[in-house]
C-alpha cells in the first residue's frame, strides 16, 4: 500500500513547474531500495527483450532494460504502490496517474559511455505538459559516477530536438525535430543543475527537460537507477516517427486518453 507521504508541497510543485527538475529526498526508503536492488540483479541476470548495452557493444557496461513492471513484481510495486504515483501526480497537478515506463539505468565502474544530452518527448509516442519521469538513486550517485544533469526552465523552450538514440547515443535524424545544441562547448550560456543523491532519493523531470549525464570511468562505485515514466491528465497518444518500441501493440489512435493494459491508469484522485 502507498504509505503516507508528505511530498510534494506546493513550494516543490511551483518548483517543479518553474524549473522542469525538482530533487525529492528520501522518496523510498532503505527497505525498498534493498528490495529493488535485488529486483535489479535478477533483470541483469535475465534480459528481457527490451534489455540494452548503450554504447560501444565491446566494452558497453552502461545496461538498461525497460518494461520490468511487467513481468517483475517488485518493479511493478514500486511504479504502481510506492510514493512514487502521488509524486508525479503532485509535482504536476494531475488528478489521474499513468504508468508509461519503467527503465532500468545501470552505469557500471568503469563505463565511459556518457548520456548525451536530449530530452525524452520526442521519441515517447506521446503529447502533453504533463509527461514526466521520476529517477530514482539505488547507488550513492555524484558527478564522479554519472550523476544526471539538467537545463532549468528548458521544458519551456520553444525547440523540439532529434531523439537521441541510446545504443549509439547518435542523434536519430527525425526531420520534424531539429539538431540539439552544442551544450558542452558553452556549458555557461545554461543553467545547469545536478544533485547529488543517496540511494532512496530520486530526481523528476519534465520529458521536455533537456538532460545528459556523465559515464563512470573513474569511479569504483556502481551507479544503479530506475526512472519510471508516467503521464498526467493532459496527455494524449500519439503518432510520431521515431518512437521507444512497445510490448504490444496499445491499441490507441493518435489522440485518444493514455490507458489500457500498456499504459494503467494506476492513481485517480
Ligand atoms: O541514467 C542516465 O544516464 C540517463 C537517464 C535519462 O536520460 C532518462 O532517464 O531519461
Sequence with gaps: MPSAFPFPSEDLAAEYD???IVCVRRALDAGWVERLRQATERVLADPSPFGERYGDPARASFLGDKFMWMRDPDFRALATD????????????????????DHLLVKEPGSDVPTRWHHDQNYWPCQGSQCLSIWVALDRVDAGNGRVAFIRGSHRWKQRFQPMNFTNMAPIEDPDYEPIP??????????????????????VFSALTVHGAGGNAASDRR????????????????????????PTDPGLAHGDRMGGPQFPLIRID
Design 18 to 20: 518553474r524549473d522542469g
Design 82 to 101: 510506492s510514493n512514487l504515483p502521488a509524486i508525479a501526480a503532485g509535482l504536476v497537478g494531475s488528478r489521474t496517474v499513468n504508468l508509461f515506463y
Design 182 to 203: 552544442d551544450i558542452d562547448a558553452d556549458p555557461a550560456r545554461y543553467d545547469i543543475v545536478a544533485y547529488d543523491l543517496e540511494p532512496g532519493d530520486c530526481v
Design 223 to 246: 551507479r544503479r537507477a530506475v526512472a519510471v515514466r508516467y503521464t498526467g491528465d493532459d496527455v494524449r497518444f500519439a503518432v510520431k516517427r521515431a518512437v521507444i518500441k512497445l
